[in-house]
Nanobody
Framework: QVQLVESGGGLVQPGGSLRLSCAASGSLFSTYTLAWYRQAPGKQRELVARITSGDSTNYADSVKGRFTISRDNAKATMYLQMNSLKPEDTAVYLC?????????????WGQGTQVTVSS
C-alpha cells in the first residue's frame, strides 16, 4: 500500500512559478512509475508529466519547456517544477504512482493540491 500526499499548490500570478511535491509512504517507491495529472472544473483529468523508475520522462505538449518532473527515491518524493505559469494551468494537480508485475497492476492517487494562476 502506498499513500501519496501533495503539497506546494497555491495562488500565483501569470508568469510565476510553483514547485509541487508528492511525498509517498510505503515501500519500494523506486519501482513505481510516477505521474502528475490535473483536472480543471468541467474538464477531464489529463496527464501532465510522467517519470519512470528509470527516470525517463514525458510531458503533455501544453507544458513542454515550462514544467519539469523529477523524483528523489531516497526521500520517496516526486516534484513538479512549474515555470511560466498560465491561467489555463489552473487545476487540481494530483500525483499518481503505478506499477505492473506478476501481482497485476497497482495504482495509487493522492488527494490533490489546487493551483490557481490569476492576476
Amino acid at each position: 500500500q502506498v499513500q501519496l500526499v501533495e503539497s506546494g499548490g497555491g495562488l500565483v500570478q501569470p508568469g510565476g512559478s510553483l514547485r509541487l511535491s508528492c511525498a509517498a509512504s510505503g515501500s519500494l517507491f523506486s519501482t513505481y512509475t510516477l505521474a502528475w495529472y490535473r483536472q480543471a472544473p468541467g474538464k477531464q483529468r489529463e496527464l501532465v508529466a510522467r517519470i519512470t523508475s528509470g527516470d525517463s520522462t514525458n510531458y503533455a505538449d501544453s507544458v513542454k519547456g515550462r514544467f519539469t518532473i523529477s523524483r528523489d527515491n531516497a526521500k520517496a518524493t516526486m516534484y513538479l517544477q512549474m515555470n511560466s505559469l498560465k491561467p489555463e494551468d489552473t487545476a487540481v494537480y494530483l500525483c499518481n504512482a503505478a506499477r505492473t508485475g506478476w501481482f497485476g497492476k497497482q495504482e495509487y492517487w493522492g488527494q490533490g493540491t489546487q493551483v490557481t494562476v490569476s492576476s
